[in-house]
Structure formats: structure tokens, C-alpha cells
């Protein structure tokens, strides 16, 4: 009885799942390379979800695909319903999509504060440049902004370096710092490629906390690339495996950890 009563509780639990982001099928080639081919899953709101894979499976042009950098040759991405393929970033972003890089990217010369305070702008009427300059309509928006800026600096756990240039931070702290940014923009769906990558293991503990916080706390999505397995695996609730641009696998860490496929997939990678 217990078990048929926990079954339609979950039952109940997948009818309320809201889907955030849907591929369908989601296409790329590159000349003749097809680099994500026919790629389908699905996350929703509040979902931790993992997108994993050897070396050139594909997951950095995922992100490239759904935050319009590029367009897919077929397939659709929708977000909320709404079909965002071939969409320009400025579009993406300003619907709720952020990302970080995998080769991070800051403005090095400005403070850890003004870099979050940038991120700030994408979504606002106020125009990023005049929002650098200063100028009039840009004021008051900034003297909020730089409010909400602390406050993320202090979630990431970097507000007693918010007056350093971001360049002359540490290399873990600058991954902290784009996650930051991307937050500021005030995301439902944040994506982030390799948050973890040259991070010491304290850190990546700490980072791992600082995901989960976001998602718990700031009922954020969160998409996330990594090639640490340990930490994958803990942290992601769902993962889609991609090989070749293919989807060779997907489920809880429990189901693809143990999928020959995968292990196949890795092991090939680890003999090349
Ligand atoms: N703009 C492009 N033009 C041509 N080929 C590309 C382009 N972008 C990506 N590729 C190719 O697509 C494939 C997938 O690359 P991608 O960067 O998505 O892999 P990845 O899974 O993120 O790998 P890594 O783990 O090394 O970051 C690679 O073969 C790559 O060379
Ligand atoms: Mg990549």
C-alpha cells in the first residue's frame, strides 16, 4: 500500500513539472560535421540538470545553440513554450537565459562590482553603454543595481573583493565571479560550462553549495557542463550524456554512471 501511495505522489510530482527548456531534435552542422545531431531532452523549472561527454561531444555548441550565438540547422529549442532557435543573445538573454564561458570572460579592468553591475544591464531599457558612461536615465538604475550586485557577491562569497580589478583574482574566484554576472541579469535559466574547471577540490565543494543555493534559494534552472564526474554526479539530479554530438545516454547519475555506453564512451576518449 505504502509503495502504490509513494508511486502516485511521484506520479502527481512529474504532472506538476513545468518544462522550462525543450530541444526537439536540435541539429547542427558545421560544413561536414553534424557537431550536435538530432539532440532531444527536456528540463524543468528547478531542475539541476548535467550535460556531460567526452572532448567535442558537442555540449559547449548546446549552449551555443540555445542562447543563439548559433542557429541550429534543424530542430527547435523552446523556452516557456516559445521557439528561441536562431534567436540573437541580446533576444535570449533578455528572455532569461544567461551563461557562463568555458573560457571565462570578464571585463579584467573593471572591479569584481562593476562586472556584476554590467551583467545588470542586459535585461534593463538602459543601454549598456550608456549605462558605462553614466549618463542621466542610467543613475538611478545603477545605484540599484550596485545594491543587487553586493548582494550577489556576497551569495558567490566575494564580497571582500568587490573593489579588486577582476583581472588580479584568482582563477577559481574569477569562475565565481561569471557566475555572478550572469545571476545579475536576473535569469530563470542559467547556464554554466565548466563552472568547476581548475578549481581545487575545496572550491569545487564550495561551488557545489553555492549551485545548489542558487537553485534552492533563488528558484533558479541551472544547466551545467562539467568534466568532473565526482562533482557531476553529486550535484546533478538528471544528466544527458552526448558522444559525437549524439545523446548516448540519459537519466538520474545512478542510471548513467552504470550504462555501458557511457563507460564506453569515456574509455575511448581516455585511449585516443
Ligand atoms: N564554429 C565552429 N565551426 C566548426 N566546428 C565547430 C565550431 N564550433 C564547434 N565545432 C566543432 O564541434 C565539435 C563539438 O565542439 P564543442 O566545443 O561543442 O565540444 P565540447 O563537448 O564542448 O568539448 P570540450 O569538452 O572539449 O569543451 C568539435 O568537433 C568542434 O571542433
Ligand atoms: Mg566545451
Known amino acids: 500500500m505504502a509503495n502504490t ?11 506538476s513539472a513545468t518544462p522550462i527548456l525543450e530541444l526537439a531534435d536540435a541539429t547542427i552542422k558545421f560544413g561536414g560535421l553534424t557537431a550536435v545531431d538530432s ?28 542562447t543563439g550565438v548559433y542557429k541550429p540547422t534543424s530542430g527547435d529549442i523552446l523556452f516557456n513554450g516559445r521557439n528561441i532557435a536562431g534567436l540573437k543573445p541580446e533576444k535570449v538573454a533578455q528572455l532569461g537565459i544567461c551563461r557562463t564561458f568555458q573560457n571565462i570572460r570578464l ?9 556584476v553591475v554590467v551583467g545588470g544591464f542586459l535585461r534593463k531599457k538602459t543601454g ?3 549605462a558605462l558612461a553614466l549618463l542621466p536615465p542610467a543613475v538611478n538604475e545603477t545605484t540599484e543595481l550596485r545594491k543587487k550586485a553586493m548582494d550577489l557577491l556576497e551569495v558567490m562569497d566575494l564580497a571582500d573583493v568587490a573593489q579588486s580589478r577582476a583581472a588580479d583574482l584568482p582563477y577559481g574566484k574569477q569562475r565565481r565571479l561569471e557566475i555572478a554576472r550572469a545571476m545579475a541579469t536576473g535569469p530563470d535559466l542559467i547556464l554554466l560550462d565548466e563552472p568547476a574547471a581548475g578549481m581545487n577540490p575545496q572550491e569545487k565543494e564550495a ?7 542558487i537553485r534552492d534559494d533563488f528558484d533558479k534552472t541551472v544547466l551545467l557542463i562539467e568534466h568532473d564526474m565526482r562533482f557531476v554526479m553529486n550535484l546533478c539530479e538528471r544528466i544527458v ?23 564506453e564512451a569515456y574509455l575511448g576518449e581516455e585511449s585516443e
Open 128 to 130: 549598456l553603454f550608456s
Open 241 to 263: 550524456v552526448l558522444d559525437h554530438g549524439v545523446e548516448i545516454s540519459a537519466g538520474t547519475p545512478d542510471i548513467v554512471r552504470n550504462d555501458p555506453k557511457v563507460i
Open 107 to 115: 571585463f579584467g579592468s573593471l572591479s569584481v562590482l562593476e562586472n
Open 5 to 15: 501511495a509513494e508511486q502516485e505522489t511521484q506520479a502527481t510530482l512529474d504532472e
Open 207 to 213: 561551488l557545489a553549495t553555492t549551485v545548489r543555493r
Open 39 to 66: 539532440v532531444s531532452f527536456t528540463l524543468n523549472k528547478g531542475d539541476l540538470f548535467g550535460l556531460i561527454g567526452p572532448n567535442g561531444a558537442g555540449k559547449t555548441t548546446v549552449f551555443n545553440i540555445i
